[in-house]
């Protein structure tokens, strides 16, 4: 049941970035008459993580309930339930699941008015994630900014890492004569705000680590410590890449042609790689005690 834990809230948190990344290409970063068009192309990947996003929140509160109650019969038993959404986990993750229908109402809207109500469903549920776990630790205050930096935290990486998957879709759109304008600002605003993220990222992650596990990290003594170095590999490479990609690549668009580009789709689909490997550890070690 941890396993199946573990797997739920890897896939829950890949599919609410997936959705708040997507939704904000279409509700902010690309141009305004560009919106509608690029909003239908990215209408599949929003649907998609959006069902999934509801699924595995619903899938999270049912798995929760065995895991607490130590039973997996104690599925049909009422007042189980009812004790599970009385603790601080319940009634968060009914914030959680209710942002989550939000979304899957949005999906029936039209207009624009669907894209900016996915953005704000996307970033409540990541808001709603930072409640619970780790950063749930500390009481007062102190819980308060910790909670708060790891919201920061969820939003920055989810624009950074939930990005990804659509700037892929963008470069396609780039080859088309129509678009390609608007399809390259749109690229081009994400690059500039995504330096940004990437910072808030590092940042509330550095924060967010050292008020969990304290300093100096005694990694010798804990696999917490362990998987969060991993982690921070990771996350170096995909800074790495991402630099590559803006710094060296992009410039030579023009001059080396659509070879060039095809290596700025690999890297990227590696990025995107080592993103899900982040988001894998992530799942991971939230289950194990730093101490």
Not at 75 to 92: E, K, Y
Not at 108 to 132: H, K, N, P, Y
Not at 260 to 281: H, S
Request: include cysteine; charged fraction near 10%.
């Amino acid at each position: 049941m941890t396993t199946l834990w573990i797997v739920l809230r890897a896939l829950h948190f890949a599919a609410v970035m997936l959705m708040t990344g997507s939704a904000c290409y279409s509700a902010l970063l690309a141009p305004r008459r560009y919106r509608p068009q690029l909003a239908q192309r990215l209408f599949p990947l929003m649907k998609g993580s959006t069902w999934l996003a509801l699924l595995t929140a619903l899938a999270m509160l049912a798995c929760q309930t065995v895991l607490m109650s130590g039973d997996s019969s104690h599925l049909t038993d009422a007042d189980i339930w009812l004790a599970v959404l009385s603790t601080h986990f319940g009634t968060v993750w009914q914030g959680e699941i209710l942002f989550s229908l939000l979304a899957a109402g949005a999906l029936f809207v039209t207009g624009s008015v669907r894209s900016q109500l996915l953005l704000l469903a996307g970033v409540l549920q990541l808001v709603a994630m930072a409640l619970i776990g780790h950063a749930a630790m500390r009481d007062g205050w102190p819980g308060v900014l910790q909670q708060c930096n790891h919201a920061l935290h969820l939003i920055a990486s989810a624009f950074w890492a939930g990005g990804l998957l659509p700037l892929l879709l963008l470069m396609r759109e780039a080859r088309q004569i129509d678009r390609r304008t608007d399809a390259i600002r749109t690229m081009m605003r994400f690059s500039r705000y995504g330096h940004l993220a990437v910072a808030l990222t590092l940042l509330s992650g550095v924060i967010n680590s050292l008020m969990i596990a304290g300093w100096p990290l005694a990694w010798q003594d804990s696999r917490y410590i362990e998987l969060l170095l991993c982690k921070v590999l990771l996350v170096a490479l995909m800074i790495g890449v991402a630099l590559f990609n803006r710094y060296w690549l992009v410039p030579r668009f023009r001059l080396a042609g659509s070879g060039t580009q095809q290596k700025f789709i690999r890297m990227t689909q590696l990025e995107l790689l080592l993103a899900c490997g982040v988001v894998g550890l992530v799942s991971v070690f939230a289950t194990l005690s730093p101490a």
